[in-house]
């Protein structure tokens, strides 16, 4: 029989095929971004998990890459389901300029000058209060129906979502275990998003898009028309469909070609580099386009 690590790599190649479209490449490699697009950047939004994190770990140089874009100018604010607790860490103490929380169900930003945290929430106090209730309905059918299946470990520090752990802290579970658990959010009326780790579920018609378009402009002054141009999108899995699908600069790391099978709207450029090699490839991507490298290298190559 084929060992585990064959089976994994005949996995990936199989999904690689679904990002082809009559054998033209349908998701273009970052070094196929043009030096202006490139330059035009302003704004790198980018998922946590298995984006700039790799196998639950922070390296040094996905870091590294993150402070790197800050320091060069770049607004740079993640975008992730992880929760308000993490997020109030993340705005504190990681070299961005705000983070966007629970599949978009808030944004943080902290004044360092001030030493005060900007909070924003989606809805009021008293219709979480009224959510979690049916949330917790939904965690103990999840719980009953679906073996195997845990409710995140980080789920304790969340104020607007429920969290059920499909292969973070638990042994992965099958494709159509994960499906069953989307289906008991969806029929109980509420939003389920699939990331790498967990299945996300919550009541609310927002999402990762809809605060990150709310903090850019109230935050930062950068309206729709402007955000199309000049914000890239970095990310991995499902929940991060809707940035995909909305900015014409979105780039996936490799790893992201394990969901491509549950991918409608995929990104427009994809890393050589898996999760955070990946990420800290489109930094330096990044930092040569404003330094002009990139095009130094383009011309010497078409001579």
Request: proline share 5%; net charge negative; charged share 25%.
């Amino acid at each position: 029989m084929p060992s585990e690590e064959m089976l994994a790599y005949a996995k990936e190649l199989a999904s690689f095929h679904l990002f082809t479209e009559e054998g033209k490449a349908a998701v273009k490699p970052l070094s196929s971004m043009s030096p202006d697009e490139a330059r035009s950047i302003r704004v790198v939004l980018t998922d946590v998990d298995d984006t700039i994190t790799t196998e639950g770990m922070l390296t040094a140089s996905a870091y590294s890459a993150l402070e790197n874009l800050h320091r060069a100018g770049f607004i740079v604010v993640p975008v992730t389901g992880r929760p308000a607790g993490w997020c109030d860490h993340i705005a504190r103490m990681w070299p961005v300029d705000a983070v966007v929380g629970e599949n978009g169900a808030f944004y943080f930003k902290y004044d360092r000058e001030q030493r005060k945290m900007h909070q924003h929430f989606w809805a009021k106090p008293e219709e979480l209060k009224q959510n979690r209730v049916r949330l917790d309905a939904i965690e103990r059918e999840v719980l009953a129906a679906v073996p195997g299946s845990a409710l995140a470990s980080d789920q304790a520090y969340r104020v607007a979502d429920l969290a059920i752990d499909f292969c973070e802290d638990v042994p992965a579970l099958p494709e159509s275990e994960i499906d069953r658990i989307v289906a008991i959010f969806e029929k109980a009326g509420a939003q389920a998003k699939v990331s790498s780790i967990h299945v996300n579920g919550w009541f609310g018609s927002y999402d990762k898009l809809s605060m990150a378009k709310t903090l850019l402009e109230s935050v930062f002054g950068i309206d729709w028309a402007q955000a199309t141009e000049t914000v890239l999108f970095a990310g991995d899995s499902p929940n991060d469909e809707p940035m995909f699908a909305a900015f014409p600069l979105s780039v996936g790391v490799a790893n992201v070609h394990a969901f491509a099978h549950r991918l409608k709207n995929k990104p427009a450029y994809i890393t050589d580099g898996h999760s955070g090699e990946g990420f800290a490839e489109l930094a330096s991507f990044l930092l040569s386009a404003r330094s002009g490298s990139i095009r130094a290298s383009t011309q010497a190559a078409s001579r």
